[in-house]
Each structure stands twice: as structure tokens, then as C-alpha cells.
């Protein structure tokens, strides 16, 4: 006899049997999208239109009333399982399906309405539900959705997956006084009792559930038109002189515009462009056609700010409007292939911008923007293959990093090398043209080029997007050549084809050799110790305005020497070169470097080789001098800004702190530095750590200068994680472990980074386990890139022994992390592997 017990669970499931007829060819759908379902989902299901209404309160507390009426065509009478990943007691009010109300059952994330409801050919369901506030992103005036890229079901009930496209039509019932924009142009506006007003909005063309959005709040609208085209800019900003940037934003979005159609010979695809520009953003952009949503941190740029902060906002632009037409107008089928929208938007941003700035090397600016992102996780335990397995769109969040943000960029300019610019355009272009409104994969557009170039594309492709990490090159010189030997870090013998210039230097008669000097080659060139003192010599000693009597040197040329400053910088990393010897050479070479992209690279180098490495030493004199130095002497204003804020982020001889204090006490003092407010604020915290006993003085300063009440709630926000009382950080730290503190995620995440800071790093220790043993919340909670944000803020302080031990511990005891969760904690508890011995 057994004994055995019946869980509810059980019960459950023979309840959804009953309710669905005993259709035992229907399986129970897990949690999420799983692929399987997806494609199963998409051969069946067509014509698909959504009529969404959502009645939004004024108290951001108030739930969200909602109704969706779903028409599409079947092809076979079958259940139909909408996706709802529901966050309220009484999800569902009810379900009407072709007229009359409907068996259905909510189980794991899923409404599934019964198949007796449901008939082949046309089908019409009305739902009536309170909409999911996951991702509403709400704050007391303004309400903006962001689904990307597999929220819309934790907003209402859908089919949501990429490859299955809808019209949707939307209708907004908001508080008087708001504004609202969606992806459709507003067709009508009435209005309500109750101080209250409903907008309706055109009809989209055919989009993925992940695109649709609107935005809704108190904002102030500027519209411009141009060659009959209207664009509107919604802001919250009160700032005058940040609102005048407008010009510049709407300048570069008609070129952006102007320039794609030209490329592409295909008009703008969709009804309209409009861009919302939001306080506190997740992302630095999102391609929502017609709502294209914009941080207000990367278009509002500082008045002291940097060329390489000026192209990257102009490249933001470029990248989220050449979205337009590779994501918006042809998405992937799946989200495994994610990294081909972004691959396009990010090469693509990179030709629109070079006629934006003439003055500056973009060979140059695309090497410093692509390879040291990439490197930084591409060289890690972590690393991860471009194209990525993804077995249910819950985790295609993880996807999301620099290797598809960055390493694809390169291995597209490899790629269009190998086919030609000619060929590339024209294969683009038939591209689009068949995949209109539609989906397709890596591999379609592999096909195309396949055949306008005699290159065997799908070998290269395949161990360039489907394999990870990054070749290992060592050299050796062979009767006057150099004889490279590649060798992959993960011993599977992948080999990567690609071409790259090196040359054989002479060093007091010795032979060196000098890597990759055009800069087209990825990955790690090792350098032997006659290499590496060569090149760091030639760095220390860097003086264009000097003649040397031997001639020319080897790093004259801009884009080779940014080259071998990545190269001596991945050496310096994988252990070749002492931390000590390289911020050395870096210092005196910052004194000469006139190019303001490689000044910020090297700068940026020796900041975070001290944080990493060397802080843990104390103060390092000549590191902060050498900052002073150029302080002091530069003529260049982007060079004075960007010394400023390194030396102001590793300031810790008494000296030196008391110095960045005294300009930010009185910065009227220092008219030549040009702060600006958020210049200010990063200082505040800085020193606010630095100097315990003026905590409160500093604060009550900090917080009276700040005009505009957004980014008083975000200093406000941040500002105690830096407070020299434990008990206030401990509750700091355990706010943060509630998702309703970490809406907005980019203070969520400043504020986790102080507290880590690396000056503080003892005490902060104790934070890693709890942080570590929330990121599958994180996950689940967070948008794509806040895992990878919490990580960098809750290791990115740290180097000892003892945090390597709290990643290795959570590593082993979580055996249920998520294979591509598990390579985010790898990547970011990288230099823990380098540092924490």
C-alpha cells in the first residue's frame, strides 16, 4: 500500500482539464513565453488587432481600469492562450469571446480561454481587466509604458511574442491638464466629467506587442515641421538653457531621418515621429514609433559638456531612429536575435554622424566607442556568444549587453569589408523590402548578402555571432615577418577569421613586435615584456610639439594610437603589465594628448586601474598631480571638465579632497572649470563620503541649488547612501530590496554604488550576500539592463578576497540561477577574479 498525498497544484491542473474539455493535446503553458508556444502560436494566428482603452487616475496609487477587445483569424478551433502576467488581486473583470461570455482560466501567466469559446476563422474577444502596473512606470504626474521585451503581458492580455504583429488602436481617458502620445497621431479628444479628458488615437501599421507605448503626464510640447513633416518634442525640463537644446535634438533627428530614407530608398514607414524625454529613463533611448522615449540625462547634455558627450547624443538619436526601419518596420523573429536591430542601429548611427562632425575621426571615435565596451565582457568567464539560446522571452531581458551592443558593431564593419559597401546597401535594401511589416532572422539577411558576394559568409558568421569570446593572438618574428598564432580562450578550437596590420618596431636594437595598428583587428594581442616596455615608453613620452631626433614616433597616427592604448590597457588587465607601471605612463601621457576622445579613454583608464588595483594602497600622489596638471595647464575646456570629474571621483589625499571641496563650496571661484548642476551633485556625493562631519552641510547646500524638482527627487534620493552613519546606509540598502523603491532604476542604482563605494568597501561588504540573493527579483522586476547595473554597483567598489568569496558562494549554492543570469554575475564580478587573490 502507498501512501501519497495530492497537492493543490495538482487539483489545479485537472481543474484547467475540465474547464478546457479534456483537450489532452492542449498542454498546460508554462510561466512566460516559452519558444515552443510562440511557435505554435504563430502558424495559426493572423489579421491580429488590438483596441486597448486604459482610464489612467490621477493618484498614482489608484489601479488602472482597462479593457482590450482582440480580433484575429484562426485556422483552426483550438484554446486560445493570451499571455497576462497579472500584479492585482482581481486581474480579470470578464471575458466576452464572439458574443458570449467565456470558459476561461488564468494559470501560469496565461488566460486560456477554452476552445468552446473559440472558432476557426474569425474571432473577436473583449476583455475587461485592471491593467498590470509593472510597467506603467508611474509617478505622481507622468505615466510612461515600456515593454520591451516581454512586458506588454504584464500590461494587458496578448499574444506576446515578436514575429506575431498588430494594428493597434488606443483611446486614453486621463486627467485634465495631462498630456497624452502614443504611437498613432491623437484623432480625437472629448471631454469627460470629473475633470477628466479621453484622447483617441489613430490606427498603427502592423507592430510587435513590445512597441506598442504611450505616455501620458504633465509635459511641455515644442513642434517643429520640416518639408512637411511635423515632429513634436515633450519635456519636463525647466531649465531654459537645457530646453534650448532643442534645436540641435530636432536638427539631428530630421537628418537622421533624411539620411536613412536616402540609404534605405524607403520613406519612413510610420504615421509619425514624435519623442518624449523623460526624467530618471531606464535606457538611454527606446524605438517606440511615433513615442520614441529619450532620457533627459543623455539629451539634455551638460553646458560644460565633452565632444564625446555631444556624439553620443547625436549618435542616441541616430540609433533610435534607424530603429525605425530595422526593429520597428522588420523585427527578429525571436528575441535570441535581438542584437540584429541593434546591430544595424548602432553601425548605421556610426555613418549617420560622420557628416554631423567633421572635425572628428570617426575611424577613431568608432574604435574608442566599440572595442573596450566590448572587451570588458567579451574577456570574461561570462562571456556570451552574440546570437544567444533563449528558451522563453521571461529571460530575454538577459540577452541584453555589450556584447551585442558593441561587438556586433564590429563584426558588421567586418562584414561589409567582406561583401562591399555596394553590395551591402543593395542587399539591405532587398532586405526590407521583402521582410516589409514583417519578421526575420540573421541567417535571412545572410542569405541575401550570400549571394551578392563570392565570400563564404555562413563560416565567418558562424564564429563570429554564434560563438563567444574573443581570439588570443601571440607573435613571434620570423626572418623579418610576423608570424601570428590565434588560440581561443575556451580551448574549442574556433577560429575567427579577420585581417589586421602589424609592425616590427626596432628598440635599442631589439626587434618588437607592434600589434594591430590599424585597429581593425578584436581581440586580445599579447604583448612580451620588450613589447610592453616599448609601448608604455612611447606613451610616457608622448610629445607631438617635441621633435624627436629619431624621427617620427610609432603612435603619431590618432587611430594607432588608440589601438595600442586598448592594447596595453587589455595586457594591463590580463596581468602582463604592473597596474602601477601603466596609470605611470598614462599620466605624463595625458599631459600631451591633444585628441579630446583619447585624452577622455586614457582618462577613464587610469581612474578605474586605480579604483581597481591601486586604492587599496591609499592615496596616489602622482595619479592626483598629474590630474592637477592638467587642470592647471590645458587649454582645452573638454580636457580641464574631463580631468575634473576623475580627479574628483579618486581624490583621497586630505589635500586633494579638501581641494574639490573648496570648489564646490564657492565654484564662482573656478569660472574656467564651467560646473555645471549635475557636475555639482556627482561632487556632493563624492564628497559627502569624504568629508563625514559636513554630511548635512553639504546636503542642505547641495539640495538649495538645484532648480528643477525632478533632480531635487533624485538627490534627495541618492544622497543618504552616502551618509557617514551605518544605521542610515543599512536602511538605504534595505529599501533598495523593495521593488517599489527601484521604479526609478537609475537612482536605485547610483544609490547602490555608493554604498559600495570603494572607500568604503569593508563596510560595505556585508551588502554582496543580500544583493547577490535578489537579482532573480531583480531579474524579474527590473528592466533589461538593471541585473547588469545592480552588479556593477554592488561589485564595482570592491577587490578583496573576501567579496570573491561572497560571487563564489552564491555561484555554487544557486544552482537554479539562469545560465545567462549566471553570465552577468561572472562578467561583473570579473576584476574580483584579477584582484580578489
Known amino acids: 500500500m502507498y501512501n501519497f498525498k495530492i497537492s493543490g497544484k495538482l487539483i489545479l491542473l485537472l481543474l484547467f482539464f475540465l474547464l478546457t474539455g479534456c483537450r489532452t493535446s492542449t498542454e498546460i503553458p508554462e510561466s512566460g513565453v516559452s519558444k515552443k508556444m510562440a511557435a505554435e502560436r504563430v502558424k495559426s494566428i493572423s489579421e491580429l488587432r488590438y483596441t486597448l482603452h486604459f482610464s489612467i487616475p490621477a493618484e498614482r496609487d489608484s489601479i488602472v481600469p482597462a479593457k482590450a477587445k482582440i480580433d484575429f483569424k484562426l485556422n483552426k478551433r483550438e484554446p486560445v492562450i493570451l499571455d497576462f502576467r497579472h500584479d492585482s488581486i482581481s486581474p480579470v473583470k470578464s471575458i466576452i469571446a464572439n458574443g458570449k461570455i467565456a470558459e476561461y482560466e488564468l494559470i501560469n501567466e496565461h488566460i486560456v480561454i477554452s476552445a468552446s469559446s473559440i472558432k476557426k476563422g474569425e474571432n473577436s474577444i473583449e476583455i475587461e481587466f485592471t491593467a498590470g502596473d509593472q510597467s506603467l512606470n508611474r509617478r505622481d504626474d507622468l505615466l510612461?509604458?515600456?515593454?520591451?521585451?516581454?512586458?506588454?503581458?504584464?500590461?494587458?492580455?496578448?499574444?506576446?511574442?515578436?514575429?506575431?504583429?498588430?494594428?493597434?488602436?488606443?483611446?486614453?481617458?486621463?486627467?485634465a491638464g495631462w498630456e497624452g502620445v502614443a504611437n498613432g497621431n491623437v484623432l480625437s479628444t472629448e471631454n469627460l466629467s470629473g475633470n477628466r479628458v479621453k484622447l483617441r488615437f489613430t490606427e498603427t501599421e502592423p507592430i510587435s506587442t513590445y512597441l506598442f507605448s504611450f505616455v501620458a503626464g504633465k509635459m511641455f510640447k515644442i513642434t517643429q515641421e520640416r518639408e512637411g513633416r511635423s515632429i513634436s518634442i515633450f519635456h519636463r525640463e525647466s531649465d531654459p538653457e537645457r530646453v534650448g537644446q532643442c534645436g540641435v535634438i530636432f536638427d539631428q533627428i530630421f537628418s537622421s531621418l533624411k539620411w536613412l530614407e536616402e540609404y534605405t530608398s524607403i520613406k519612413y514607414p510610420f504615421t509619425k515621429y514624435d519623442v518624449i524625454i523623460i526624467p530618471g529613463f531606464q535606457y538611454g533611448g527606446m524605438e517606440h514609433m511615433g513615442a520614441t522615449l529619450y532620457s533627459d540625462r543623455t539629451m539634455f547634455i551638460e553646458k560644460n559638456a565633452t565632444i564625446q558627450e555631444r556624439l553620443d547624443r547625436a549618435k542616441l538619436i541616430a540609433h533610435e531612429t534607424a530603429h525605425m526601419w530595422f526593429g520597428d518596420f522588420v523585427t527578429?523573429?525571436?528575441?535570441?536575435?535581438?542584437?540584429?536591430?541593434?546591430?544595424?542601429?548602432?553601425?548605421?548611427?556610426?555613418?549617420?554622424?560622420?557628416?554631423?562632425?567633421?572635425?572628428?575621426?570617426?575611424?577613431?571615435?568608432?574604435?574608442?566607442?566599440?572595442?573596450?565596451?566590448?572587451?570588458?565582457?567579451?574577456?570574461?568567464?561570462?562571456?556570451?556568444?552574440?546570437?544567444?539560446?533563449?528558451?522563453?522571452?521571461?529571460?530575454?531581458?538577459?540577452?541584453?549587453?555589450?556584447?551585442?551592443?558593441?561587438?556586433?558593431?564590429?563584426?558588421?564593419?567586418?562584414?561589409?569589408?567582406?561583401?562591399?559597401?555596394?553590395?551591402?546597401?543593395?542587399?539591405?535594401?532587398?532586405?526590407l523590402k521583402k521582410y516589409a511589416y514583417s519578421n526575420a532572422n540573421w541567417d535571412n539577411l545572410i542569405e541575401i548578402l550570400d549571394e551578392l558576394s563570392s565570400e563564404d559568409l555562413n563560416t565567418w558568421s558562424t564564429a563570429w555571432v554564434k560563438e563567444r569570446g574573443a581570439p588570443v593572438y601571440n607573435s613571434s618574428i620570423i626572418e623579418d615577418s610576423v608570424v601570428w598564432v590565434q588560440s581561443d580562450p575556451f580551448g574549442r578550437g574556433v577560429k575567427w577569421e579577420q585581417e589586421f596590420n602589424s609592425i616590427i618596431a626596432k628598440d635599442d636594437g631589439k626587434k618588437v613586435v607592434i600589434p594591430n595598428v590599424d585597429g581593425r583587428g578584436y581581440g586580445l594581442f599579447v604583448l612580451d615584456s620588450n613589447a610592453s616596455q616599448f609601448l608604455l615608453n612611447e606613451f610616457e613620452n608622448y610629445n607631438p610639439s617635441v621633435t624627436s631626433l629619431s624621427?617620427?614616433?610609432?603612435?603619431?597616427?590618432?587611430?594607432?594610437?588608440?589601438?595600442?592604448?586598448?592594447?596595453?590597457?587589455?595586457?594591463?588587465?590580463?596581468?602582463?603589465?604592473p597596474p602601477g607601471n601603466f596609470v605611470s605612463s598614462m599620466i605624463n601621457y595625458i599631459q600631451n594628448e591633444d585628441n579630446t576622445l583619447l585624452f577622455a579613454r586614457a582618462s577613464g583608464y587610469i581612474t578605474g586601474c586605480y579604483i581597481t588595483y591601486l586604492s587599496q594602497e591609499g592615496a596616489y600622489e602622482e595619479l592626483e598631480n598629474g590630474f592637477w596638471q592638467v587642470l592647471e595647464k590645458s587649454q582645452k575646456s573638454d580636457h580641464k571638465t574631463i580631468a575634473f570629474r576623475a580627479i574628483s571621483e579618486i581624490s583621497d589625499s586630505p589635500e586633494c579632497a579638501m581641494k574639490i571641496f573648496k570648489i564646490w563650496d564657492d565654484p564662482s571661484k573656478f569660472k574656467s572649470l564651467n560646473l555645471s548642476e549635475k557636475d555639482l551633485m556627482r561632487m556632493a556625493y563624492e564628497i559627502g563620503i569624504r568629508f563625514p562631519e559636513k554630511h548635512k552641510v553639504i546636503f542642505d547646500k547641495q539640495l538649495g541649488r538645484i532648480t528643477n524638482a525632478d533632480r531635487k527627487r533624485e538627490f534627495s534620493f541618492i544622497f543618504p547612501a552616502t551618509s557617514p552613519d551605518g544605521a542610515v546606509r543599512d536602511s538605504v540598502f534595505n529599501s533598495l530590496l523593495s521593488e517599489e523603491n527601484r521604479a526609478v532604476e537609475p537612482w536605485a542604482a547610483s544609490a547602490l554604488g555608493y554604498l559600495n563605494h570603494y572607500l568604503r568597501e569593508k563596510e560595505s561588504l556585508k551588502y554582496l550576500k543580500p544583493g547577490l540573493k535578489i537579482l532573480p527579483v531583480i531579474q524579474k522586476t527590473g528592466d533589461i539592463f538593471f541585473p547588469r547595473n545592480w552588479l556593477r554597483a554592488l561589485l564595482?567598489?570592491?577587490?578583496?578576497?573576501?567579496?570573491?568569496?561572497?560571487?563564489?558562494?552564491?555561484?555554487?549554492?544557486?544552482?537554479?540561477?539562469?545560465?545567462?543570469?549566471?553570465?552577468?554575475?561572472?562578467?561583473?564580478?570579473?576584476?574580483?577574479?584579477?584582484?580578489?587573490?
Not at 516581454?150 to 488602436?169: E, G, H, N
Not at 568567464?381 to 540577452?399: K, P
Not at 624621427?551 to 596595453?568: F, H, M, P, Q, Y
Not at 537554479?816 to 561572472?826: A, S
Open 144 to 175: 510612461y509604458t515600456l515593454l520591451v521585451p516581454d512586458r506588454a503581458r504584464t500590461l494587458f492580455p496578448c499574444f506576446d511574442q515578436p514575429d506575431i504583429k498588430a494594428r493597434f488602436s488606443l483611446s486614453l481617458d486621463v486627467p
Open 332 to 431: 527578429m523573429e525571436w528575441f535570441d536575435d535581438v542584437w540584429t536591430k541593434e546591430v544595424f542601429a548602432n553601425w548605421f548611427a556610426s555613418q549617420i554622424v560622420t557628416p554631423l562632425y567633421p572635425e572628428v575621426n570617426h575611424r577613431l571615435s568608432f574604435i574608442n566607442t566599440y572595442y573596450p565596451a566590448s572587451y570588458s565582457e567579451d574577456r570574461t568567464a561570462g562571456s556570451n556568444s552574440i546570437q544567444q539560446e533563449l528558451d522563453n522571452l521571461n529571460n530575454a531581458g538577459l540577452v541584453y549587453g555589450n556584447i551585442i551592443y558593441n561587438k556586433a558593431p564590429i563584426v558588421m564593419e567586418m562584414l561589409v569589408k567582406r561583401v562591399g559597401e555596394e553590395s551591402f546597401r543593395r542587399g539591405i535594401q532587398d532586405y
Open 551 to 577: 624621427g617620427k614616433s610609432i603612435i603619431d597616427n590618432e587611430v594607432t594610437r588608440a589601438s595600442l592604448l586598448i592594447s596595453l590597457y587589455e595586457n594591463m588587465i590580463s596581468g602582463s603589465i
Open 796 to 837: 564595482g567598489g570592491h577587490n578583496s578576497h573576501e567579496a570573491k568569496n561572497e560571487v563564489n558562494e552564491y555561484l555554487s549554492t544557486c544552482e537554479e540561477l539562469h545560465p545567462l543570469l549566471r553570465q552577468k554575475v561572472l562578467q561583473q564580478a570579473d576584476h574580483l577574479y584579477r584582484t580578489g587573490k
